[in-house]
Every structure is written in C-alpha cells, then in structure tokens.
C-alpha cells in the first residue's frame, strides 16, 4: 500500500470539492476500497472520509417513494421495517449477499461503485484493461468460469459483483449525485456502462461526484418480489446467477413484470427481453420457460462459462414461479 493522506468532510458540498481529482477517493465503509488499496490495485492519494455528513436514513417521501442515503449501512437497509414490507426483494437481496460483519460496514453508495471480483483485476501481475486500460484482457484465455455471458467485449468480461444493484435494477431506483455541476438524478438503468473499449470506466460519476442517495418508487400494492442467488455454496459467496423479480397478476396474466439478472451481466442486467415475453401472457411454466429462454438469447459464453446459459434459464423461471404462487 502506497501513502496517502486522509481527511474528514463536515458536509457534502466540502466532500464533493476536495474530491475533484481523479486521485482522491471518498470512504465510507471501505469493505472493497481498502482491499483494492492492499491489492495495489487501487492508488488514491487521499481519502475523504465521508462518515459524518449525514446521509444515513431510510425515508419515506411525501410522494410515496422511499429515499435511502447513501451512508445507510448495508444491515440497517436490509432489516428496515419498510423495505421489508414494500421492497422485499431489496431486503432479500443484501442479506444473501456479504457476511453479517461486512453488511454492518458496507454503505448503499460503496455497495453501488463495489467492483468486480474477477481475480485478474485483483492480480496486478496479470493483464487487465480494467485495471490497466490497454494491457489486454487475460480473462477471456484464462479461468473465466465465474464471469459475465452479457455486456461483454473483446477487452472486457468482468461481472458486476453486488446483489443490491440487481434488486435495485428490478425496482428502478434513481441515483442522486452531488458535484461541481449541481445536483443529477440518474436512472440506474443509465448509471452503470458497458465495458466497450474503456472496461476501466465502469459508471458515469464525474471526479467528485458523490452519491447522496437512492430514491425508490411508490411500492406496488398488488405485486410480489424474489430475489434468487444460484452460488457454489450456501453463504458469503458471489452469484454464478441471480434474478430479481418484480410481478402483478391479473386474471392469470401478467400486468406489471420486471427483471433484472447478476452474476451474468458486465453491469446489473435489466432483461427487458424476459419483460417483453411475460407482459400481457399467461402466469405459467410455458410463458416461464419462454421469457427465459429470450433472455440469454444474445449471450456471449467464454471458454469455461457456458453452463450459465441453462443455469441462468432455470434461475429466472424458478424466480418466475416463486413471484407467482398463488397468483
């Protein structure tokens, strides 16, 4: 680990300023930022840290949406009270994710810049272009097993790691940003970026830009939500593939569907492809099958990772038949 200085913000307008460098780097939990730091493979030459301007309440708006600050710790969101009645596949979602001591640490903000855990961006001895744009991708030739069949490219195959950002994908949360431009609202669905040409750039945050909270839209009274992690073991264990689903059935059919995928995706995986084939069909195993078949369509499997094509078929229909029980 190399040197660096550390100061603390008072408010989110003085984090945001000192924050403006590429080198510097806000901290809150630091449950990855620190790892990366020991790893080498991240270098901030300072760290603002973050802990105390606030920003660490669950809120329900005038309006009926859910406003999460940024600072809210991974347990505290998970274990709320509203979010476990309103937005369950959120809840459900955090407490499959990390071990309960990093739930306690990790923020809603950290959890949403969390980067991938593909062990080639971890190894600074191998060729990453995440890491190091240019150097080449050894993933693709390497032990790819675990990463993405989506949203791939010829220099990039690296999986987005968070749980959270997959249940949020499904609910349609809006980020909210503060930085030298003002304030930004960014619909998730725009927040994250493929990896194309430039893997290293992995969000669309400017230098100093800080997440100040997530908004989440008035809870659906009829629908259901699930969220399904398929792993190689039981706990503290990132997707192979995951669903969120968010449903209403009326008359056997759906009227409202969302679905979002992880541990297939470059980034959390909204299948709008899945949606198309469920809204306005019949709730049952055929429609199930189909939707999950239109989802994978255009993926692109690596050397080692082409069972997740099947895995992540059976994955949605199941999380499908668990959304609709009863319905």
């Known amino acids: 680990m190399e040197l660096f200085s550390y100061s603390r913000a008072a408010d989110v ?41 606030g920003l660490d309440k669950v809120e329900r708006l005038p309006d009926g949406r859910l406003k999460v600050g940024s600072l809210v710790r991974n347990s505290d969101l998970a274990h709320d009270a509203t979010v476990k009645a309103d937005y369950a596949v959120l809840s459900e979602a955090l407490l499959a994710g990390a071990s309960a001591q990093l739930r306690n640490m990790a923020t809603t903000g950290g959890n949403l810049l969390q980067r991938t855990r593909c062990m080639y961006f971890r190894n600074t001895a191998m060729a990453c272009n995440k890491r190091e744009p240019g150097s080449g991708c050894s993933a693709i030739e390497g032990d790819n097993r675990s990463l993405a069949i989506l949203g791939t490219s010829k220099d990039c195959i690296a999986t987005n790691p968070s749980d959270m950002n997959v249940a949020l994908t499904a609910l349609e949360a809006m980020i909210h940003t503060e930085g030298a431009k003002g304030a930004r609202e960014i619909p998730i669905g725009e927040f994250f970026l493929l ?15 800080l997440i100040t909270h997530v908004t989440l839209p008035a809870a659906r009274a009829k629908g259901k939500q699930v969220y399904l992690k398929l792993r190689d073991r039981a706990s503290y264990e990132f997707a192979l593939s995951s669903a969120a689903v968010v ?15 992880g541990g297939v995706g470059t980034k959390p995986w909204r299948s709008h492809e899945a949606e198309a084939a469920l809204l306005g069909h019949p709730a049952n195993a055929a429609t199930f099958a189909r939707a999950a078949a239109d989802a994978v369509k255009q993926a692109q499997p690596q050397t080692e ?4 094509i099947e895995l992540t078929k059976r994955c949605i229909a199941h999380a499908l038949t668990l959304a609709t029980q009863g319905a």
């Open 13 to 53: 307008a003085s984090a945001s300023s000192a924050a403006a460098n590429p080198d510097v780097r806000f901290i809150a939990g630091g449950t990855t930022l620190l790892d990366l730091m020991k790893l080498d493979v991240e270098r901030p030459r300072q760290l603002i840290d973050i802990n105390r301007i």
């Open 195 to 209: 990896p194309g040409s430039t893997p290293h750039v992995e969000t669309v945050l400017a230098p100093g830009e």
């Open 247 to 261: 449903a209403e059935v009326s008359n056997g059919k759906f009227s409202f569907v969302r679905v979002a995928l």
């Open 305 to 308: 990772n082409g069972f997740k």
